[in-house]
T-cell receptor, first 116, second 114 residues
Framework: GAVVSQHPSRVICKSGTSVKIECRSLDFQATTMFWYRQFPKQSLMLMATSNEGSKATYEQGVEKDKFLINHASLTLSTLTVTSAHPEDSSFYIC????????????FGQGTRLTVV | AQSVTQLGSHVSVSEGALVLLRCNYSSSVPPYLFWYVQYPNQGLQLLLKYTSAATLVKGINGFEAEFKKSETSFHLTKPSAHMSDAAEYFCAVRSGGATNKLIFGTGTLLAVQP
């Protein structure tokens, strides 16, 4: 299957700072990328959907000014957690997919964010 | 709107026993269904997918799932569990429409006892 690379895998930052997480599709063009947040022992919560060259669509309850998403190319999307606080500590996962409904989404390895 | 329900948040089997993880879906259109596996602190890996071709779908690591429209089910099975199968399993349905997003079930944690 296709490969999606997510970086970094782990990051610790101080409260009030910003953190950028990158998601790259290595061998295909991802028309759509998704960002999820996963709390311990829970399912994935979709935060936003991004299409290359357009503004991200955020799910209800997700602060767009806090979680900045950029999808500047067909192979790269970034999630920036701005002014991070301890409650933002979580596991963030990206996925990428093509146009077809029959095409599965390919997932990055996830990023464990700890805000201290 | 599409949705999936996974019955049983925890399933425990003995090594060598049958694995059965349940998933029921709700969809107003023919669904595209997926099973993913997640190991601790990792992303999700696709096990198999149903895309309206054969109703019995074979995936990786000996897993398979059968699409049953009459029961709106897509249960995941494996004849003989292995210790390495211990992980979290997610069923998902493709939403279709403009966003084309995946809608996940709540997950089933599979434990395999020696």
């Amino acid at each position: 299957g296709a490969v999606v690379s997510q970086h970094p895998s782990r990051v610790i930052c101080k409260s009030g700072t910003s953190v950028k997480i990158e998601c790259r599709s290595l061998d295909f063009q991802a028309t759509t990328m998704f960002w999820y947040r996963q709390f311990p022992k829970q399912s994935l919560m979709l935060m936003a959907t991004s299409n290359e060259g357009s503004k991200a669509t955020y799910e209800q309850g997700v602060e767009k000014d806090k979680f900045l998403i950029n999808h500047a190319s067909l192979t790269l999307s970034t999630l920036t957690v701005t002014s991070a606080h301890p409650e933002d500590s979580s596991f963030y996962i990206c996925s990428a997919t093509g146009d077809s409904l029959a095409t599965e989404a390919f997932f990055g390895q996830g990023t464990r964010l700890t805000v201290v | 709107a599409q949705s999936v329900t996974q019955l049983g948040s925890h399933v425990s089997v003995s090594e060598g026993a049958l694995v059965l993880l349940r998933c029921n879906y709700s969809s107003s259109v023919p669904p595209y269904l997926f099973w993913y596996v997640q190991y601790p602190n990792q992303g999700l890996q696709l096990l198999l997918k149903y895309t309206s071709a054969a109703t019995l779908v074979k995936g990786i690591n000996g897993f398979e799932a059968e699409f049953k429209k009459s029961e709106t089910s897509f249960h995941l099975t494996k004849p003989s569990a292995h210790m390495s199968d211990a992980a979290e399993y997610f069923c998902a349905v493709r939403s279709g429409g403009a966003t084309n997003k995946l809608i996940f079930g709540t997950g089933t944690l599979l434990a395999v006892q020696p």
